[in-house]
């Protein structure tokens, strides 16, 4: 990656809007054809679109897109009539080096953090009680909450992830700290504070009159921030955490500040049948239930929707109190049946698919490939921690191989497929047809050039083992966790996607990290090219292969919120501040609870602080020695 000067304008009138950044690189995303804010349902095939030596241009006022065309001089002369170029001039991109839209994480705990990777071993209601409820309950401590908060979004940003969905816990403050933290950050972010009046442990519960009125205190801390990143969410826990009175009074606040809710639905036998026993007879359709928006009472939708409501269910009650809307986003749903899914797709409701967690604390896998194919949206999500990885880049192979599972189900038993169009009279159509075959090379209005654009469809591959109704490819997560996610949380006209009028929300990638960095030989690159590797194949190493070492930029609104450097030393400081406290708990500890704290051999250890010491040096931070 270089940047040159050489086009930096000279007496250009300060009246002109100045750029942010300005590249020449290659350009990938998923799920365009040719029209804003479109993207691909017809066949669930994710089309990807390879477009190399683009000019790409991000306005500084609005984080958005000005200008993607292929590079030339001309078009950067156009370039310099209309805008202020930034100091660094135009940033041009190594050939293996290319710029990704930003990950969009739809369901995230973010008191959880502090335990991912652990409790894989338990059941869902368990691992709540074992592990979730007392994590979430230390949040009570604000200087707690805080450094939590900041280190699951630094490691967030760090990853990829440019926009999350975050549930809280019941504290008011810990909830306004992390929205402080996400903007102080950078990060696009939807924050919920958690609503939990029944069911729960002691010490870690609300009266419902103190849950609605936090909750509202929260929704107006949000709005005084006026922050372009940051917006609150209504957030009941799950249903058997929130009694009728807290579910109805969570739905007066959605409607009265036209907010996104957020929850869980059916994610595991065990929360079913919870639900069932607490509330047998709520939920089935009365004659105060709401046709869908832009329906009339009695038509052919408000009969699917109203077919899909009973009682015991989580569909039925959450619709019975007004809950499930256009701005809605439920996790998991593997244990909906398909009538609800129809009332999902009515109601507009979104669904978090979350496959780590899904393996982990859910009898089932989802069925994904079908409900997007039928129009149901679906975006990507960690689940942490029920799900053990924050990045979504690893999610995102987790819902290739989940999908596999349910491949492979149905070679066995083939009664388990779900057909794409077998829906009864009166149901809901799919959304977004289009014709394949027509596929645009086009960007926003600007031709491009066979030889800048490659669109590549999965129709086009015949010997591509995924072209089946039920397997995922590495492009269908791929659009999942961009495209994809964006339509999920209604901002496909915004985000996703790397064309003019968007949100520059953005990772910048390279494939050999090694090159730039300070210390090449402490880095282990876990990605190989081969002079034989076509850009596809360059893509697909990261997608299968790639970490966060890859990740060398991150753009929020145009602005960077991740740099290489800045995240080596914060790794370092992160690190000698570990060792550090570390060493103090094992001086002041038994000589058996030091053994657990620290190796055998302390020798081991005086040397790991020697080089962090060492490092802090050469990076200009002065700190202890961890060993003093």
């Known amino acids: 990656m270089s940047t040159s000067n050489g086009h930096a304008s000279n007496g250009v009138s300060p009246t002109r809007p100045s750029l942010s950044v300005v590249f020449r690189a290659t350009l990938i995303d998923c799920g365009a054809d040719g029209a804003r804010g479109s993207t691909n349902h017809s066949a669930t095939r994710a089309t990807l679109r390879l477009r190399r030596d ?4 991000v306005r500084q006022d609005t984080g958005r897109i000005v200008r993607v065309v292929p590079y030339s001089e001309k078009a950067v002369e156009e370039l310099q009539q209309h805008y202020t170029m930034p100091p660094r001039g135009i940033t041009q991109l190594k050939e293996t080096q290319f710029i990704i839209p930003g990950y969009i994480d739809t369901h995230c705990h973010a008191p959880q953090f502090q335990f991912a990777g652990t409790g894989t071993d338990r059941d869902l209601m368990v691992w ?12 009570a401590d604000l200087p707690f909450a805080q450094s939590v908060y900041a280190r699951l979004v630094r490691a967030g940003l760090s990853a990829g992830t440019t926009c999350a969905f975050y549930y809280a816990s019941i504290h008011l403050d810990a909830t306004k700290a992390l929205v402080d933290t996400c903007v102080k950050m950078g990060q696009r972010a939807f924050v919920g504070k958690v609503n939990m009046d029944q069911h729960s442990p002691p010490g870690y519960i609300e009266s419902t009159e103190d849950s609605l009125r936090d909750t509202e205190a929260f929704i107006q801390y949000v709005k005084s921030l006026r922050s372009p990143l940051v917006q609150a969410v209504i957030t009941p826990r799950f249903i058997p955490t929130c009694s009728e009175k807290l579910l109805s009074g969570l739905a007066e606040l959605a409607r009265k500040h036209d907010l996104w809710i957020q929850s869980h639905a059916s994610e595991s036998s065990d929360q079913v049948a919870f639900v069932k026993s607490i509330l047998p007879e709520l939920g089935a359709a009365t004659d105060k239930t709401l046709p869908p928006p832009g329906c009339k009472a009695g ?43 129809r009332v999902f797709r009515a109601r507009g409701v979104s669904i978090a698919h979350c496959p780590l967690s899904n393996l982990f604390c859910s009898d089932r896998y989802l069925k994904l490939k079908p409900l997007i194919a039928r129009g149901n949206k679906v975006g990507l999500g960690s689940d942490v921690a029920g799900g053990y990885a924050l ?89 999942l966790a961009t495209a994809g996610g964006a339509e999920a949380i209604n901002m496909s006209d915004s985000l996703g996607l790397l064309d003019e009028g968007y949100l520059f929300d953005a990772q910048l990638i390279d494939l050999l990290p090694e090159e730039s960095h300070p210390h090449p030989a402490t880095l282990s690159n876990t990605i190989h090219l081969f002079p034989s590797d076509s850009l596809e194949d360059l893509f697909q190493k990261f997608m299968n292969l790639g970490d966060d070492r890859h990740v060398a930029e991150v753009y929020v609104n145009g602005q960077v919120v991740k740099t290489r450097a800045a995240a080596i ?24 609870d030091a053994a657990a704290i620290m190796p055998a051999n302390n020798e081991v250890v005086t040397e790991a602080d020697k080089k962090k010491a060492s490092n802090l040096e050469q990076n200009g931070v002065t700190v202890a020695a961890a060993s003093q």
């Open 128 to 139: 709540l009680q074992t592990y979730t409820f007392p994590a979430e309950q230390r949040m």
């Open 299 to 341: 038509d052919a939708t408000d009969q699917v929707v109203r077919a899909g409501l009973r009682a015991g269910r989580c569909t039925g009650i959450f619709d019975h109190f007004g809950l499930l809307t256009d701005k809605c986003m439920m996790a998991h749903g593997t244990f909906l049946e398909e009538d609800e899914w």
């Open 569 to 592: 030393q914060e790794e370092i400081c992160a690190e000698a501040a570990v060792m550090a406290a570390a060493v103090d708990r094992s001086s002041s500890a038994s000589p058996e």
């Open 391 to 479: 990045s979504i880049h690893q999610n995102i192979r987790q819902a290739v191989l989940t999908s596999k599972f349910y491949t492979a189900a149905i070679a066995q038993h083939p009664e388990m497929e779900i057909v794409h169009d077998q829906q009864p009279a009166g149901s809901l159509p799919m959304r977004g047809h289009r014709n394949n075959n027509e596929q645009s090379v086009k960007s926003n209005g600007h031709d491009a050039t066979a030889d800048a654009v490659t669109v590549v469809d999965d129709k086009a591959s015949s010997d591509d083992n995924t072209t089946n109704s039920s397997t995922l490819s590495f492009k269908d997560a791929f659009w």
């Open 54 to 57: 683009q000019l790409c241009a």
